[in-house]
């Protein structure tokens, strides 16, 4: 069954966003979501397609997420879209993670964000102090058994990139003080 993990938000509700499921188009929520309480529309931020798993991520992001959360029984959470978009890709990432460590143990997980393209090379050639060509030949160089361990420490520099980019959209508080 299609599912999707969503991310709304509303002109009328600035700063937060609503992070929900549906088992229908995100579309199809949006205009259920118009009443005559809500004086604008929901506009959709970000949304992904879920197989047979959208209410347990929900659920995780939720839990996760329960410090910018505004009431515990509502789906509103005072954060930016990029802090919700990233709390439910990491739950995707956990979800994929567990099913290849389940059903395929000898087999690498291969992150989307791990492709390398120009400007990649280009931010790791500068991060290095070396050419970009210099980098993109020895990624294309390598054999099975180099290319491994590079691929390892360029999920690394993923993972730290994400994290930084996480510090950098710091949550603001729950509370005006």
């Known amino acids: 069954m299609t599912q999707y993990v969503y991310v709304l938000t509303n002109e009328a509700m ?12 995100v579309e199809q929520r949006v205009k259920e979501l118009q009443s005559t309480g809500v004086p604008f529309p929901f506009e959709v931020a970000y949304s992904v397609e879920v197989p047979n798993s959208a209410a347990y991520i929900e659920q995780e992001v939720h839990r996760q ?3 910018c959360r505004v ?11 990029e802090a919700a978009e ?10 994929v993670g567990s099913f290849i460590d389940a059903w395929m143990p000898n087999h690498t997980a291969v992150d989307t964000d791990t492709y390398i393209d120009v400007a990649d090379i280009s931010t790791l050639a500068n991060d290095l102090g070396v050419m970009a060509q210099d980098v993109a030949s020895a990624f294309y160089m390598m054999t099975p058994e180099e290319f491994m361990p590079a691929l390892n420490r360029w999920n690394e520099r993923v993972r730290e990139r994400r994290q930084a980019l996480t510090e950098k959209r710091a949550m603001p508080p729950l509370r005006p003080e």
Request: aromatic letters at 6%.
């Open 71 to 81: 009431s515990s029984d509502r789906e509103f959470f005072l954060c930016s879209v």
């Open 86 to 95: 990233i709390a439910i890709t990491e739950q995707i990432d956990i979800i």
């Open 14 to 25: 600035k700063g937060l966003v609503k992070i929900g499921m549906t088992t229908r188009t």
């Open 65 to 67: 997420m329960a410090a």
